[in-house]
């Protein structure tokens, strides 16, 4: 649910906003990320009209209104102007009717109008409708972009999560978000992160304390939001656990619905962790090109295998023989 209001204030600059009638309607809420224009419904015919959507009125139903008569006109509209209906928006800066005005008033629906075409008005109402309404979650972890993938990393607290960001940044990578990354799942199944506006650009670096890396590095290294492309775990380094040394297996972790691909890497002195952060990128990167490094060597070690069973498979029949 998005507040009338709230939705005013994010978006009136993006969709050129001009409130015309209905303040009152700003206490309104929108529940449906679909938007309608009346068409039919002008007419009379309301069967399958929504009255829980946005209405968009463009200058063929402007048009349509201006050959009715007053009594008709303020008729047909109060009939689709509900108590549910969260706002109208003519577009063109087309001039509302009188009656219009006064209905939206009486009714407290809120009455707005853009510059846009309409096509420019549902392109972008549908943008930010389905960006509003995306299902969403917080995770703990740190989000950076690196080589254009956008990398989520993961651990227990104090594993280094920060101290591996920041290394990534000295690198020339881009930080999105530290400790609370917040993931809404867009059209498509994509996965974008951003981070808390309070924490934005921030860092915290254990022995130094919160630091801004867009004043310490510029706004070059830094992001509002990414998709998130894989998932990486640190973990202090274990004896006893068993660590993939090939990578055949394909691990996934699943955030919304969405599977993302997940490594976990174990930490101890003398790894370069940045290093192999960045590598993990880029073998993502190779396979996303078809080229899948562990499944190229498996391939070779079966045919070396094959290679060298058949000569004695060959010997083994001539003794018999003898």
Excluded at 245 to 267: A, M, N, S, T
Excluded at 273 to 283: F, G, I, R, S
Aim: with cysteine; hydrophobic share 40%.
């Amino acid at each position: 649910m998005l507040g009338v209001h709230e939705f005013y204030e994010k978006y009136k600059e993006t969709l050129a906003l001009e409130l015309c009638a209905g303040d009152a309607g700003l206490k309104r809420a929108i529940r449906a990320v679909q938007i309608e224009r009346p068409g039919l419904a002008l007419t009379g015919f309301l069967k399958g009209h929504s009255s829980k959507r946005v209405l968009v009125f463009g200058r063929v139903e402007i048009e349509y209104l201006k050959q009715l008569g007053v009594e008709t006109r303020r008729r047909r509209l109060s009939q689709i102007f509900s108590d549910e209906l969260p706002l109208v928006i003519l577009s063109r800066r087309l001039k509302p009717f009188s009656e219009m005005m006064e209905l939206c008033n009486e009714k407290g629906l809120a009455l707005f109008r853009t510059s846009l075409t309409t096509s420019e008005v549902l392109q972008k109402l549908t943008v930010a409708l389905s960006k509003e309404f995306s299902p969403t979650m917080s995770c703990h972890g740190t989000l950076v972009e690196a080589f254009g993938v956008g990398v989520l990393i993961q651990g227990d607290s104090s594993v280094g999560k920060s101290e591996t960001a920041l290394g990534l940044i000295e690198r020339g990578h881009r930080l999105i978000s530290d400790d609370v990354v917040i993931i809404k799942r867009r059209e498509g199944g994509s996965l974008i992160g951003t981070g808390p506006e309070l924490t934005r650009h921030m860092l915290e670096i254990r022995g130094i304390g919160i630091i801004n890396v867009a004043h310490i590095y510029g706004a070059v290294c830094i992001r509002e939001n990414a998709r998130i492309d894989v998932v990486v775990k640190l973990e202090e380094w274990d004896t006893a656990h068993f660590y993939d040394r090939i990578g055949l297996e394909e691990k996934y972790l699943d955030f919304l619905g969405v599977k993302v691909p997940f490594h976990i890497l174990p930490v101890k002195p003398g790894r370069d962790v940045v290093l192999l952060l960045e590598t993990v990128v880029l073998n993502y990167s190779l396979k996303k090109l078809g080229y899948n490094s562990a499944k190229e060597f498996n391939v070779k070690l079966l045919e070396a295998i094959s290679k060298r069973q058949k000569p004695i498979a060959v010997k083994s029949f001539q003794e018999n023989e003898e």
